[in-house]
């Protein structure tokens, strides 16, 4: 069967070769770069981010090589809202938000997949490495890229609509297709770092957005050890960056508390937790698991993967996701994303609202 089929398109060599499978199945395949800022050059320019200012030219070059239609939609004020905004806001709340997730949900499989649906299209492709089968999402064959992680937060009719035709081989083979193809991006470096923080200063970007709040760190048992110029450019686990010396060991962050605008540091050992809530459960892989579940559970991306218990319960504010891992995790964040997983295949996932070591619950932020 013949679909209509958007594929988006970064730029990059990953799209580039998705779009050039789907176009060769035999579909009816049109390109899409998306605008994501106004100026481009605000955000990044040469070959490291997702859009730059020559990405568009990058995609539309990849686009006349496969002989496909190609638009460019300007999707900027939705960025900006959805991510850019949020990632601010996010921080100042003491949590530590993962922005290429919240793009992926809300700018390319809502934004974009609504747009695509009403404008006719049977489904949207990207060059995610990850695959889908049988209607789940599963893990790539390339374990180095594999991006099944950032894309858990989809829901099952999302997934319905999607197409990721590389998740069946590696970057290398990707790489060397394009080569074989004449597409000029086979050797375009991957993306890195934020795509919207130009010169990679989080922190300087944070203040910019934010404005300097000085403020204590302080140790486990509340004696200051230090000041910080705000709790916002901070994030759980970090070791470098804290301005502190003269310790017999390594400090660590092991909250924030924005309130307060306070940092407690502390020993490694103090980062370890057992125990994990999340908020706003998306199921694309089965149904809410509401009895207690053994599973796996990936708590960053390319992060390490623990066998976990895990069930949905209801509360007052909503259902939430409650994880009890098999083994202590150490530098978990509030606002990254928990992702459940059955063996390789994606069940569903959470945002990280509350972390906990067994027998000290603790909330949201302040928890460490």
Request: net charge negative.
């Amino acid at each position: 069967m013949t679909l209509r089929v958007l594929a988006a398109m970064s730029g990059g060599v990953d799209s580039a070769v998705a779009a050039a499978r789907v176009a060769e199945a035999g579909h009816d395949v049109t390109g899409v770069h998306l605008a994501l800022s106004k100026n481009p050059q605000s955000y990044r320019t040469g070959a490291r981010g997702c859009c730059t200012v020559e990405d568009s030219h990058d995609a539309r070059r990849a686009a006349d090589v496969i002989g496909i239609p190609f638009y460019v939609w300007d999707m900027s004020e939705e960025f900006d809202r959805e991510v850019v905004q949020d990632f601010v806001a996010e921080y100042e709340s003491g949590n530590t938000p993962n922005p290429c997730l919240r793009c992926n949900e809300k700018i390319k499989f809502e934004a974009v997949l609504d747009r695509a649906i009403a404008l006719g299209f049977d489904a949207v492709a990207t060059g995610h490495h990850v695959r889908k089968v049988d209607g789940r999402l599963v893990r790539s064959v390339d374990a180095a890229k594999d991006q099944s992680y950032v894309l858990g937060v989809l829901d099952a009719e999302q997934l319905a609509h999607a197409v990721f035709p590389l998740g069946d081989c590696t970057k290398e083979e990707v790489r060397a297709e394009a080569e074989r193809r004449g597409l000029s991006v086979a050797d375009k470096p991957d993306s890195h770092d934020i795509c919207f923080i130009a010169d990679g200063d989080t922190a300087g970007f944070l203040n910019r957005r934010i404005g300097e709040r000085p403020g204590p760190i302080q140790d486990e048992d509340g004696n200051v050890v230090g000041t910080h110029n705000g709790a916002h450019t901070f994030t759980v686990g970090q070791r470098k960056g804290l301005g502190l010396g003269g310790a017999a060991h390594p400090r660590y962050v092991l909250s924030i508390e924005p309130v307060q605008n306070t940092v407690t540091v502390g020993p490694r050992a103090s980062l370890a937790v057992d125990e994990i809530t999340g908020v706003r459960p998306v199921w694309s892989g089965s149904g809410p698991l509401t009895e207690p579940t053994e599973c796996h559970v990936q708590l960053r991306a390319h992060g390490e993967v623990y066998p976990a218990t895990v069930w949905q319960r209801g509360t007052g504010n909503g259902d939430e996701l409650v994880v009890r891992l098999a083994e202590p995790a150490a530098g978990v964040a509030t606002g990254q994303a928990v992702v459940v997983y059955d063996g390789d295949a994606v069940l569903g996932s959470a945002t990280i609202s509350a972390t906990a070591r067994s027998g000290a619950v603790g909330t949201g932020a302040t928890s460490a």
